[in-house]
């Protein structure tokens, strides 16, 4: 509705590490913030070591040297050592946020032990979580391989899991009032194809075990109708380098908004992003998402410094 105050995120998974060029890639990145101008953004495939600054930092000191305020916050883990020998590499996701980070939580996903592919085991698949301005926001990378959906299923259970630890008694229905919490929000390259068992338990279209939730696919109660690609080889030439299928697999998630106050948690927008080139290259293997989601208490920006939280 004309009017609302609404909160924009942003999700990219940049692939700052195991795809090429990224020295110039980052700079396409920078780019697209700057465009969208989202409120929150989340990223994956971010990482640091001892030798090698945040690349999730890089690209907030650039947008800081523009003139834009930021606070952000990171967490990983270390590769195995067989895939990745240097242990102080971590490698995880980077929210950034116009509001101070308060809380932060990182979960390792799990995998099951009985798979003998040892990429599945060497990643470390992750859940990060954090409370900004009254907002639970979380990314989240799943287990790659199209075949690893027993994994997946696996990881979101346990995603499912952790933000219902997180927000506590915020999303119970009582009869008679409004519920005036924001839903979560949750974001991620989930490495899965919007009919998979992993998404359609996400988002209440199917039960596993005995057990159901319901997150809204802000690409389909939003989107413009097309197919929603964040991988095309058609388009993209590291996706078509790695030949890689067409799929759906990034997305911004919200929680139920049944009977929340002010229409909070209403998904009004979900468009498709980075997938053409503002600079000369594209920024990432994926494309993205902006989501715009009724927030109505909505608080004035944040003014303080974009140093990590």
């Known amino acids: 509705m004309a009017g609302e105050s609404v909160v924009r995120v942003l999700q990219l998974n940049v692939g700052s590490l195991l795809e090429p060029g990224w020295d110039e890639r980052r700079h396409e990145v920078v780019a697209w913030v700057e465009r969208l101008q989202p409120d929150v ?6 990482w640091e070591s001892g030798s090698s600054a945040n690349t999730a930092g890089w690209i907030v000191d650039q947008l800081v040297e523009r003139g834009e305020r930021w ?31 308060e809380r932060t939580r990182y979960e390792r996903l799990p995998v099951l032990e009985d798979d003998d592919d040892p990429f599945v085991h060497q990643v470390p698949w992750e859940l990060f979580a954090v409370h900004t301005a009254g907002l639970d926001v979380c990314s989240a990378h799943l287990a790659a391989a199209p075949h690893q959906g027993r994994h997946r299923v696996q990881q979101v259970l346990a995603i499912d899991s ?6 506590g008694g915020a999303d119970r229905v009582v ?8 839903p ?5 390259d989930f490495n899965a194809e919007p009919d998979s068992d992993e998404i359609r338990f996400l988002t209440s279209l199917t039960a596993i075990g005995d057990r159901t939730t319901f997150f809204q696919d802000a690409w389909r109660v939003a989107g413009d109708g097309g197919p929603g690609y964040t991988q095309d080889w ?37 468009e498709v992003i980075a997938a053409e080139a503002l600079t000369g290259v594209l920024a990432s293997d994926h494309a993205g998402l902006v989501a715009e989601i009724v927030w109505p208490d909505r608080p004035a920006d944040g003014s303080g410094p974009g140093d990590p939280a």
């Open 71 to 101: 606070h952000w916050a990171f967490a990983g883990a270390p590769f195995a050592e067989a895939l990745w020998p240097d242990p102080t590499l971590r490698f995880g996701s980077a929210i950034l946020s116009r509001w101070p980070i």
């Open 162 to 167: 952790i933000i219902a630890e997180l927000r």
């Open 41 to 46: 953004v989340c990223f994956q495939e971010i």
């Open 175 to 182: 009869p008679g009032q409004r519920r005036t919490a924001m």
């Open 234 to 270: 058609r388009s993209n030439p590291i996706a078509a380098g790695l030949n890689i299928h067409r799929k759906r697999i990034d997305y911004v998630f919200v929680g139920d908004p049944f009977l929340r106050q002010g229409h909070a948690g209403r998904v009004v927008r979900a």
């Open 184 to 188: 979560a929000i949750l974001c991620g």
